[in-house]
């Protein structure tokens, strides 16, 4: 059965079955309709996020379609449920744009999913809608004021850095001029579009500590400059009370339920490759309040949303995981090892020996960080006993934690083994994450630390643009801000067709943006676009709906 066949023959539960589960009183909870409810952030107890167990998993350099990270964790969080340890998943939310362009939706897979599945995949609780419309209403208010002739603060159209954004794949939107029409329509200036998941607001509400931490980032939103050379914060225009308002419902994280009836908050979306990549602080806090172990993701392979999770959100919110799981596939070891993307079902071991160096890599980073890696075979119905079997061999070489799972096909008894792996290594592992670099760098040696010791790079080139920005950054007094590198998923280089372990390369800082709520600087690589496009078979073109409201397609 495809994905959405199997979440359709699911009994829910409802959702004050799942707020029982986790020890908290149906009372406080904010339901939505019967499967999903909000959760106030008063429950959040830090003296008990201090004592649970934090379990990250991460992945090799994926295919274009995923090695299935979120199916691997929800799949986990249920084996450990199932070994009695108190565990809860805490994810991402999907974003419109991957659900409508090539995944179809992200809820998991098989047995290993979150439901509902088709309200998470689509409009969810209106968390994506509301950062829309918050990052939009800071967009209307710059253009008005610069329109204004009594409430002008005299800003520069040319250095107005702050875009709009749309939960949507669309590149006609990357580069547009708006203020056509005449006098009463605005001034004519160059912007554009970012898809909601690369957001600034996204980032500040995932780093939220709570609601008056949230207005505060959200103040300090750099918008551009004066025409006398000042700079212009969110909090000049006023701004930051009215988009907080906007977004006092979307702070609050999400309770849904796995497949096995198991607790799952969802909360936030900002993709890894152009954002942080990971979950809510808040949602990751809210877990760990009520569980042992506390299972979450971070997009892409380790060299984005890993590196971003332990260099800007574990030192932001002081968390530091028990545990990372990398998850691995033959398919994924096979392209990383030349096989054509066509022929990732035919049995090949070569090509998957050739694919072990990918592997080897995220590897040697988990331990650069001194965190505990277990390896997790995320297995296929096409992997072949002799295919496995190398990937074994492999991580016993490299003194790795492995199990094989089958969560897709087995849901949580298939992870029982991985859970027994996570468990060990969280019980015997009494290290603090070692994070990459010091905020208090200058920003130039943090770009280089990273691109050098995570992605193995040679050095870092900076075009002139690039240049101008980090002058711009030091001028501004931004230069203690954490990173957050823009790149390819597709290569541990900034190049998409440098596959396997590349080495010698040359990464290019093509420019670097301002978010200073959110505490960073986004260094933009090679061509990586922050608002994507659809393929020439967009996922849209199969998902449906019938008379009686049934959805399909999504998977």
């Known amino acids: 059965m495809k994905d959405i066949d199997i979440a359709k023959k699911v009994k829910l539960k409802h959702i004050n079955k799942i707020s029982e589960k986790l020890g908290i009183d149906n009372e406080v909870i904010e339901t939505y309709g019967k499967y999903k409810a909000k959760l106030p952030l008063d429950l959040i107890d830090l003296e008990k996020v201090k004592k649970s167990n934090l379990i990250l998993v991460s992945a090799i350099s994926p295919t274009p379609a995923g090695e299935g990270k979120t199916t691997i964790s929800i799949g986990l969080s249920e084996g450990l449920n199932r070994l009695g340890k108190k565990s809860t998943v805490v994810l991402r939310e999907p974003s419109l744009g991957p659900v409508f362009g090539i995944k179809g939706g992200a809820t998991g897979g098989g047995y290993s999913q979150v439901l509902p599945m088709e309200d998470i995949n689509l409009h969810f609780t209106g968390d994506f809608a509301a950062i829309e419309k918050a990052h939009n209403l800071l967009s209307a208010i710059i253009d008005n004021n610069i329109q204004s002739k009594t409430n002008s603060l005299n800003l520069d159209p040319r250095t107005i850095s702050w875009k709009r954004v749309v939960d949507m794949n669309d590149r006609a939107l990357r580069h547009v001029v708006v203020g056509l029409g005449g006098t009463t329509s605005g001034i004519p200036r160059e912007t554009g579009f970012d898809i909601t998941a690369a957001s600034e607001v996204m980032a500040i509400l995932c780093l939220a500590d709570n609601l008056m931490n949230l207005k505060e980032r959200l103040g300090n939103i750099f918008i551009g400059y004066t025409f006398d050379k000042k700079p212009i914060y969110a909090r000049d225009l006023k701004a930051e009370g009215a988009m907080t308002a906007l977004l006092k419902d979307a702070i609050k994280p999400n309770l849904v339920q796995t497949i096995e009836g198991n607790p799952a908050i969802i909360h936030g979306g ?195 643009k690039a240049k101008r920005d980090l002058k711009k950054i030091s001028e501004l007094g931004l230069d203690a801000s954490a990173i957050c590198i823009a790149k390819t998923q597709k290569s541990l280089s900034d190049n998409p067709k440098l596959l396997g372990r590349p080495k010698d390369f040359i990464i290019t800082v093509r420019e670097i943006e301002i978010a200073a709520g959110a505490g960073f600087v986004i260094p933009i690589t090679g061509n990586i676009m922050r608002m994507p496009g659809l393929p020439s078979h967009p996922a849209s073109e199969n998902i449906d709906i019938d008379n009686e409201g049934n959805i399909s397609g999504l998977f």
Request: proline share 3%; charged share 25%; hydrophobic share 40%.
């Open 270 to 464: 900002p993709f890894a490759n152009i954002a942080q990549g990971t979950n809510s602080v808040i949602a990751t806090r809210m877990g760990m309040t009520f569980s042992d172990y506390t299972v979450t993701e971070a997009g892409f392979g380790f060299d984005l949303g890993a590196e971003k999770f332990f260099d800007i959100k574990c030192q932001s919110a002081n968390l530091s995981p028990k545990a990372v799981v990398l998850t691995a596939t033959i398919r994924a070891l096979k392209y990383h090892g030349g096989a054509d993307l066509k022929s990732l079902t035919e049995a090949n071991t070569d090509a998957v020996r050739k694919g072990l160096p990918n592997l080897e890599k995220h590897l040697e980073n988990i331990k650069q960080f001194h965190a505990c890696p277990v390896i997790a075979l995320n297995k296929f119905a096409t992997d072949t006993d002799e295919e496995i079997e190398i990937v074994r061999k492999e991580a016993e070489r490299l003194g790795a934690r492995f199990a094989v799972a089958e969560v897709w096909a087995k849901g949580g008894e298939g992870a029982l083994d991985l859970a027994k792996e996570v468990i060990e290594a969280a019980e015997n592992n009494n290290e603090h994450f070692t994070p990459m670099y010091d905020w208090n760098w200058d920003v130039k040696k943090k770009i280089e630390t990273v691109a050098v010791k995570i992605y193995g790079a040679e050095h870092v080139v900076y075009t002139a």
